[in-house]
């Protein structure tokens, strides 16, 4: 497995890669890789990628001032374990200053999807997502890159930048890698305490009741289930899957999204339905 920190060599070894016929696949990620993350280069590998690339880079700019940047969980050893052992045969660890050069002054902004759910909350953070994903295309020149279902919204806006910027590749989107007891997986998990994973888990579990015996019929009615578990709920919306537009009743082709608090922690799940 190759190992990259600067970007030219990568590049340039892409580059390599590509003319000699190899189809690469890029899985971006900001490490602390967990099953998730590892479905995701399985996935590659499914896809049949000669080359898949892995990068781990905690992204500075889509981070809001007082998000969690600087507390965000990083591993690097235990990272490149886990992209060997699952079948990744390049591994990119950039830091902040190779990636955004003095003066960095060029960001890819999308202007549709990302204006509510996370984006409304997250000023900047699809901004960020973007510019370092339009970095990471150009960089690994993949024929195609795996994105994961949980973070719903952002794989929308980069199917979006890819079609309106003529990006030459295609977009994967994984399902959800949850744990046994549903939550779904997420490298902000480490921040839950045995008490707020537990409180945690109501997320999941009412979302996937939503609309069953038993279950809330309505988003107020499953908004009102979450708080009832101690949740502090962000958002509960239910949107075209497609367009991200909101729509009153919830049906075949829409997408239902939360966000919450538990405690500090902010979590995100979604379902197609
Ligand atoms: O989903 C993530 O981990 C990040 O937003 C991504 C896509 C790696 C960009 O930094």
Known sequence: MKIFQEPQKLQKWCRARKLAGAKIALVPTMGYLHDGHLSLIREAKRRGADEIVVSVFVNPVQFGPNEDYEKYPRDEKADLAKCREAGATAVFFPTPA????????????????????????RPGHFRGVCTVVAKLFNLAHPDFAVFGQ???????????????????????VAPIVREE????????????SPEERE???????????????????????????????????????????????????????????????????????????
């Open 199 to 273: 409180r945690a888990v109501a997320i999941s579990r009412n979302l996937m009741a939503f609309g069953s015996k038993g279950g809330a019929k309505t988003l107020a009615a499953l908004r009102k289930s979450l708080e009832k578990a101690g949740l502090v709920v962000d958002y509960v919306e239910c949107v075209d899957a497609e367009t991200l537009e909101p729509r009153k009743t919830p049906k075949k082709g829409c997408c239902i999204l939360v966000a919450a608090y538990c405690g500090k922690t902010r979590l995100i799940d979604n379902r197609v339905l």
């Open 150 to 172: 949980k973070d719903y919204q952002q794989a929308q806006v980069i199917k979006r930048m890819v079609r309106d910027l003529n990006f030459d590749l295609k977009i994967v």
């Open 181 to 192: 007891s549903g939550l779904a997986r997420s490298s902000r998990n480490t921040y839950l």
């Open 98 to 121: 190779n990636m955004y050069l003095d003066r960095h002054s060029v960001y890819v902004n999308e202007e549709d999807l990302s204006k509510g759910l996370c984006g409304a909350r």
